[in-house]
């Protein structure tokens, strides 16, 4: 991290100059202010350690002039006249911290320590972002809402250790698609990612398939097969629906990730395996836990890092996203030229709960483009009845509005698109009519959205 000292005092510059280089810090200093702002146009600094008493500027003036060139900079002011209105004015400034002269030392290692870890988060962050980018977007992993933003967070943090992970969220809301960005993301992305739903698996057969069975083992097994764990060697297992594991595979498990070890059916030893769980479940383990069909045990040796997945109703900013890239996907599949979604069908869709997530909008998107003949997605492409038998999604002046769309609707039909005779058929007024037509999303095509 290259810290630039800002310093009127030589002997005070220096000592803290010589102090920071060997603890390995790349130093740039200047004694005033003029020389300082200079230094940030052409050097790359990380952090500013700032005197509030310069001899030609306040320092509160180079700090707004300094992070107006570089938002991103970290600045520490330091002062031997230090109040707390003035290290209050400092941190609404944009200062990152503050320190009183004489200065402690260690306590400066401890924020520059910080500021390191939190710039190292930032980098991170970015990377992830152009992962997501590159290689995520196309399979419909999107986020937009700071919901999210927290779970990326975690992501960062736990991708590049061997930490086991454990992705709670309800159906549909992305956790295979989470599993995944932890794998690319880690050290091991080299390796296997080895998937396994442990809930569409017979029970019987699950551990065959988990630990694999040596020729002879029971009958049909004519040869060696190599189990999951063992394909996943030097890479990640991914156990989907773990709260559906059963009790004797959990004790086997809790095995694996205790002794990392594994011992295929029928075989004679046991043989180590170098392999990263990630877990997932739309169950609550510790209520399965406290109902004993869960091990204890099992679920804090699976609950190291627990990553929850926001449903989408939790954020519905990130619906249009979605409704776009499902379009798009779905339009090339079939060969569709679709231009968008009417208003009406983008707000219903926007206002609807989705109790199935993000699998659910996908199921939605894709039948409406199979259905739909025009160029734009309408109400009467979304499935029938949906959100109106929840009771959730849609109030009683929506169920309203909807009838009163529909009658407007058949009156257009029977009034061959007059609006004049229309209205003549409702009983209101032409002007009415047509404020109704457009809250309603009933206007001609090359109108609509």
Same mark, same amino acid.
């Given at each position: 991290?290259?810290? $630039? /000292?800002?310093?009127?005092?030589?002997?005070?510059?220096?000592?803290?100059?010589?102090?920071?280089? #060997?603890?390995?810090?790349?130093?740039?200093?200047?004694?005033?202010?003029?020389?300082?702002? +200079?230094?940030?146009?052409?050097?790359?600094?990380?952090?500013?350690?700032?005197?509030?008493?310069?001899?030609?500027?306040?320092?509160?003036?180079?700090?707004?002039?300094?992070?107006?060139?570089n938002?991103?900079?970290?600045?520490?002011?330091?002062?031997?006249?230090?109040? !707390?209105? #003035?290290?209050?004015?400092?941190?609404?400034?944009?200062?990152s911290?503050?320190?009183?002269?004489? !200065?402690?030392?260690?306590?400066?290692?401890?924020?520059?320590?910080?500021?390191?870890?939190k710039?190292? *988060?930032?980098?991170?962050?970015?990377?992830?972002?152009?992962?997501?980018?590159?290689?995520?977007?196309?399979?419909?992993? /999107?986020?937009?809402?700071?919901?999210?933003?927290?779970?990326?967070?975690?992501?960062?943090?736990?991708?590049?250790?061997?930490?086991?992970?454990?992705?709670?969220?309800?159906?549909?809301?992305? #956790?295979?698609?989470?599993?995944? *960005?932890?794998?690319?993301?880690?050290?091991?992305?080299?390796?296997?990612? =080895?998937?396994?739903?442990?809930?569409?698996?017979?029970?019987?057969?699950?551990?065959?398939?988990?630990?694999?069975?040596?020729?002879?083992?029971?009958?049909?097994?004519?040869?060696?097969?190599?189990?999951?764990?063992?394909?996943?060697?030097?890479?990640t =297992?991914?156990?989907?629906? /773990?709260? %559906?594991?059963?009790?004797?595979?959990?004790?086997?498990?809790?095995?694996?990730?205790?002794?990392?070890?594994?011992?295929?059916?029928?075989?004679?030893?046991?043989?180590?395996?170098?392999?990263?769980?990630?877990?997932?479940?739309?169950?609550?383990?510790?209520?399965?836990?406290k109902?004993?069909?869960?091990?204890?045990?099992?679920?804090?040796?699976?609950?190291?890092?627990?990553?929850?997945?926001?449903?989408?109703?939790?954020r519905?900013?990130?619906?249009?996203?979605?409704? %776009?890239?499902?379009?798009? #996907?779905?339009?090339g599949?079939?060969?569709?030229?679709?231009?968008?979604?009417?208003?009406?069908?983008?707000?219903?869709?926007?206002?609807?709960?989705?109790?199935?997530?993000?699998?659910?909008?996908?199921?939605?998107?894709?039948?409406?483009?199979?259905?739909?003949?025009?160029?734009?997605?309408?109400i009467?492409?979304?499935?029938?009845?949906?959100?109106?038998?929840?009771?959730?999604? $849609?109030?009683?002046?929506?169920?309203?509005? +909807?009838?009163?769309?529909?009658?407007?609707?058949?009156?257009?039909?029977?009034?061959g698109?007059?609006?004049k005779?229309?209205?003549?058929?409702?009983?209101?007024?032409?002007?009415?009519?047509?404020?109704?037509?457009?809250?309603?999303g009933?206007?001609?095509?090359?109108?609509?959205?």
């Amino acid at each position: 991290m290259t810290i $630039l /000292i800002v310093e009127d005092e030589d002997n005070q510059r220096m000592l803290l100059r010589g102090l920071l280089e #060997k603890e390995r810090y790349r130093i740039v200093d200047a004694k005033g202010a003029a020389g300082a702002i +200079e230094l940030v146009k052409e050097h790359a600094v990380d952090c500013l350690l700032l005197d509030y008493r310069l001899p030609d500027l306040d320092g509160l003036e180079v700090l707004r002039r300094v992070k107006a060139q570089n938002p991103e900079l970290e600045v520490i002011m330091i002062t031997a006249y230090g109040t !707390v209105e #003035k290290a209050v004015e400092a941190l609404k400034s944009g200062a990152s911290d503050y320190l009183q002269k004489p !200065v402690d030392f260690d306590d400066l290692l401890i924020k520059l320590k910080k500021i390191e870890e939190k710039r190292q *988060l930032i980098r991170e962050i970015d990377v992830l972002k152009q992962v997501v980018k590159e290689r995520f977007t196309k399979e419909g992993f /999107i986020y937009a809402s700071e919901a999210m933003e927290r779970v990326m967070s975690i992501v960062v943090r736990v991708a590049g250790t061997d930490s086991t992970c454990l992705i709670t969220g309800e159906s549909g809301v992305g #956790k295979e698609l989470v599993a995944n *960005l932890v794998h690319e993301m880690s050290n091991r992305r080299e390796g296997p990612l =080895i998937r396994v739903n442990c809930a569409a698996i017979p029970d019987n057969l699950l551990e065959s398939e988990l630990f694999g069975y040596e020729k002879g083992a029971f009958t049909g097994a004519l040869q060696r097969k190599p189990g999951k764990f063992e394909l996943a060697d030097k890479g990640t =297992i991914f156990l989907d629906e /773990i709260g %559906d594991l059963s009790f004797p595979l959990q004790a086997k498990l809790l095995r694996v990730i205790e002794q990392k070890e594994i011992e295929r059916l029928g075989g004679l030893y046991p043989f180590k395996v170098d392999v990263r769980i990630i877990a997932a479940t739309n169950k609550d383990l510790e209520q399965e836990v406290k109902k004993g069909s869960f091990r204890e045990d099992l679920y804090f040796r699976l609950n190291v890092v627990t990553i929850e997945i926001p449903p989408l109703r939790h954020r519905k900013e990130e619906i249009p996203l979605f409704l %776009d890239f499902f379009l798009k #996907k779905f339009c090339g599949r079939y060969g569709k030229q679709i231009k968008g979604f009417t208003r009406e069908a983008r707000d219903w869709l926007m206002k609807y709960d989705y109790p199935g997530n993000v699998r659910e909008l996908e199921n939605i998107v894709e039948r409406a483009v199979v259905l739909t003949r025009g160029e734009y997605i309408s109400i009467d492409d979304l499935p029938a009845g949906r959100g109106r038998e929840t009771g959730s999604s $849609l109030t009683m002046k929506q169920t309203v509005e +909807e009838i009163e769309r529909r009658m407007i609707k058949e009156a257009l039909a029977q009034a061959g698109g007059v609006q004049k005779r229309a209205a003549e058929i409702l009983g209101i007024t032409e002007r009415i009519l047509r404020y109704k037509v457009k809250k309603y999303g009933l206007l001609p095509r090359q109108q609509e959205e």
